[in-house]
């Protein structure tokens, strides 16, 4: 095939025009598991990002989109018709990156001869074109090596959320370090839990904060997720929403469900409708993600008092507890966090979220237990804890939680004042968040504990040690589960007409 030169420049400098002309794909299998090799129309997915790209993007997507193809063929593009490239493509496993290969031959063997750059060499993971002094080379994000000696243009991360994490920012600091000032870089991936490097990578581009363009593709832009109805729906709340903010069909809605009964959770992250609650799925999460997912609905910003967050206000004659979790008040430290809950209608009515001085945080803590009632305040003991606790006592606080524990050597029950987190008590702490969340008895707005909920993972197999994921924080979480048990647990307070501990510790 012979193309007037006038044609290949105006081809070779429209993407979309060049991919749907000259390149190849093969059909996914049919019934008797073959495929046929075929143009390639885009997707639109495929279409909306080549036609948005900048040369920093992230992407986040549902599966079998066709997003990854459609990167690899724009990028491509570029390199068969432009010299000095160098693109590195990087997939999550083995068998993608032969997978991505593969598809590169595909659309390189399939080009016109006068399109087709002459390719000197080939290897299991590189291509070579000398003429153009272009190389692309794919591999799988167990190696640790690529990028590192090549000065890059076009970097393709894909899958990101399911690499490898503790190699993944070795990987990282690689490939951008390489990458030319005006690189074309694109990262795209579905979800996988909250906490991570493309989580993290994802909501740092939404806020305009690492200069990457953020992207976004539900399951609905894909055509073939549909299936024929024979007769009308009948539909839930959540699906007359997805109608009437998207324009769902009938057709769209009934492959949700079915989709939605064989995944059960997991349809919201293989499948993402929206960009907050996909990432609300994971085998390690320690929360559940459906029935965290149903409080996203009560969720407000309440107003803003400092570092406080207030949705109620107080109520006389109502009782209150709150929970404390103290940090040290460091700006790249953790946050302080201090959750206050009505104990009849176990509703979570403000927060205190910040970096104050541990005395300085110890005085709001004060002021707002005096606000609501002389609430009961449980305090964590550890470390900046103990400096909360010193303020409080100093001050002569009349409603402190004390733990109590029997002491065999002295044969008495002896009374600590705080929360003591421990291996006995980390257990009730996560089983009484669990059981309020199941049952729909804890009332919140709070949009950032519902978020450290789902970023809280269990760390081992045996699931003994439960902890923030990577990144992220679970100081308002610690602080809620905390007034939870000692709600639930109805804790003896110094004035309690039951009868007070044989003896008060010291501090």
């Known amino acids: ?108 063997n399939n080009l016109p001869r006068g399109l087709r750059p002459r390719s000197d060499w080939k290897s299991a993971t590189k291509i070579r074109f000398p003429a153009l002094d272009a190389i692309i080379h794919i591999d799988s994000a167990q190696s640790r090596a690529i990028g590192r000696s090549e000065s890059l243009t076009i970097v393709h991360l894909s899958e990101t959320a399911h690499w490898p994490e503790d190699n993944i920012q070795e990987l990282w600091a690689g490939i951008s370090q390489t990458a030319s000032p ?52 009948q539909l839930t709340e959540e699906e007359e929403l997805l109608v009437d903010n998207y324009g769902l069909k009938p057709e769209q809605i009934a492959w949700r469900r079915t989709k939605q009964r064989e995944l059960r959770e997991l349809f919201y992250q293989e499948y993402p409708e929206n960009d907050v609650d996909c990432f609300f799925g994971g085998e390690n999460n320690v929360f559940d993600g459906v029935t965290v997912r ?22 006389g004659g109502r009782k209150y507890v709150i929970g404390v979790d103290a940090a040290g008040g460091l700006i790249k430290g953790d946050f302080s966090a201090a ?50 606790l010193h303020i409080l006592l100093e001050r002569n606080y009349e409603n402190l939680y004390y733990h109590k524990d029997y002491d065999v050597w002295q044969q008495r029950v002896l009374a600590y004042p705080g929360w003591v987190t421990s291996g006995k008590t980390k257990p009730l702490m996560i089983d009484a968040m669990k059981a309020a969340l ?31 994921a990577r990144g992220e924080t679970d100081d308002e979480l610690v602080a809620a589960m905390i007034a939870l048990v000692v709600r639930e647990q109805e804790p003896i307070g110094l004035d309690d007409e039951r009868g007070k501990p044989e003896v008060y510790a010291e501090l």
Not at 46 to 61: M, N, S, V
Request: net charge positive; charged share 25%.
């Open 339 to 388: 959750v206050v809950l009505e104990t009849r209608a176990n509703e979570h009515v403000a927060t205190f979220r910040g970096k104050a001085p541990p005395d300085l945080f110890a005085e709001e803590v004060y002021r707002m237990a005096k606000t609501y009632n002389n609430a009961l305040v449980a305090v964590e003991r550890e470390t900046h804890g103990h400096t909360v």
């Open 1 to 108: 095939m012979t193309l007037a030169p006038e044609m290949e420049s105006a081809l070779t400098s429209d993407s979309v025009e060049y991919i749907e002309r000259f390149f190849n794909v093969l059909t996914k299998a049919d019934r008797q598991g073959q495929s046929q090799l075929v143009p390639m129309s885009l997707k639109p997915v495929q279409r909306a990002y080549i036609e948005g790209r900048t040369t920093r993007d992230i992407i986040l997507k549902a599966r079998q989109m066709g997003v990854s193809t459609g990167v690899l063929a724009s990028n491509c593009h570029k390199v068969f018709t432009a010299p000095f490239h160098r693109m590195a493509v990087v997939a999550h496993r083995g068998d993608s990156a032969e997978f991505m290969l593969q598809t590169v031959h595909r659309f390189y």
């Open 438 to 468: 199941r049952a729909g008895d804890l009332i919140t707005y709070s949009q950032n504990l519902l978020n450290e909920a789902m970023s809280y993972q269990y760390v081992s197999q045996e699931r003994m040690k439960a902890e923030a």
């Open 182 to 233: 005006g690189a074309f870089i694109t990262i795209e991936s579905s979800p996988r839990g909250r906490g991570g490097f493309f989580y993290q990578m994802y909501h740092a581009a939404k806020r305009g904060e690492n200069g990457f363009k953020a992207f976004f593709f539900p399951w609905w832009h894909e055509p073939e997720y549909s299936l024929p109805i024979t007769k009308p729906l």
């Open 294 to 315: 149903k409080y996203l609905r009560n969720v407000r910003p309440g107003e803003r008092v400092g570092d406080w967050t207030i949705w109620k206000d107080v109520v």
